[in-house]
């Protein structure tokens, strides 16, 4: 039996996050609620070509509490930061998957080779929820390279999936995750179609960032289009009527109470003003200052 599709939602007007990143968002969690746990949000920047620059573009320090955030990167490159002390940069294919979890302080950049040269940006990020039990954890930092992502080929050269969380077929994703939960990478060729059997319970969300494709047998989306699923069935046919670039997320629902105020998704009210307290009085830590080189000697 084939899941129902729930609902076909097209992304509100785009907006942009700090000067860096022109984002669509697909979903969030105070329009759609449980209907899409144990997922948040996703916001979808790009594409967007960039001229080079001076100073890199991008969002300043902010806190997150409470849930994790995944960057996945299709163009150009990021930079990041966190007070943890780690950071880094991912470019095409890479993702960052980042556990805010009890609180964490970062801010993203474009690289400094992206802001010397320029080029076309184009990434999505997601915010997965965390169960309650798990909100208060440490932070972490899993940086996942391309490398290190599986790809299982389609048949008869009609696509791939990268599996950066979960499980297709007998590949499974490096990413580490507190729930069950699948994030496919979905590149399906024109006239191709993807079956995907899930387990009965799984929500599902597919959103298909390029080209056209229809759900089971929903009307056809078109870029920067989202499919939501229910709970039930266990299965899911893709079909793409042009190439189509497509973000593939399911997951058991976290069937907890949703609170959320900006950055901070918690399970009560109480608990968001607890977490603006402790990032006022400085407990989420700092990101360390940057390594100021001495010039060369002439």
Do not use: C
């Not at 299709?74 to 294919?93: C, K, L, Q």
């Not at 609180?103 to 992206?114: A, L, Q, T």
């Not at 076309?120 to 915010?127: G, K, R, V, Y």
């Amino acid at each position: 039996m084939k899941k129902t599709v729930t609902g076909i939602h097209k992304s509100p007007q785009g907006h942009w996050v700090g000067d860096g990143f022109p984002v669509r968002s697909l979903f969030s969690y105070d329009r759609f609620g449980q209907a899409i746990s144990p997922f948040l949000l996703l916001d979808y920047a790009g594409p967007m070509e960039f001229s080079p620059a001076a100073k890199p573009r991008g969002v300043g320090e902010h806190p997150h509490r409470g849930f994790e955030t995944v960057t996945i990167v299709y163009s150009g490159e990021v930079a990041h930061r966190d007070s943890t002390g780690r950071g880094g940069t991912i470019g095409p294919g890479d993702v960052q998957w980042m556990t805010a979890a009890g609180g964490i302080v970062h801010e993203e950049f474009h690289s400094p080779r992206f802001t010397q040269q320029g080029g076309l940006l184009e990434m999505a990020q997601l915010w997965v929820n965390l169960p309650a039990r798990d909100k208060m954890s440490p932070p972490r930092y899993q940086t996942i390279e391309s490398a290190a992502i599986p790809v299982v080929q389609l048949p008869q050269g009609n696509g791939r999936v990268r599996v950066i969380a979960g499980e297709f077929g007998l590949a499974r994703g490096p990413a580490s995750t507190f729930s069950a939960l699948n994030v496919w990478d979905v590149r399906l060729a024109k006239g191709a179609v993807l079956s995907a059997p899930l387990p009965e319970g799984h929500i599902a969300a597919i959103a298909v960032l390029k080209g056209v494709a229809r759900i089971n047998d929903s009307r056809p989306l078109g870029a920067a289009e989202l499919a939501v699923l229910g709970r039930d069935g266990q299965a899911i046919d893709i079909s793409a009527s042009e190439e189509a670039v497509i973000l593939f997320l399911s997951g058991v629902p976290i069937e907890e109470p949703i609170a959320g105020y900006g950055p901070f998704v918690m399970n009560t009210r109480d608990e968001i003003e607890t977490a603006m307290r402790d990032f006022q009085s400085g407990k989420f830590g700092q990101i360390p200052a940057r390594e100021v080189k001495a010039p060369v000697p002439a």
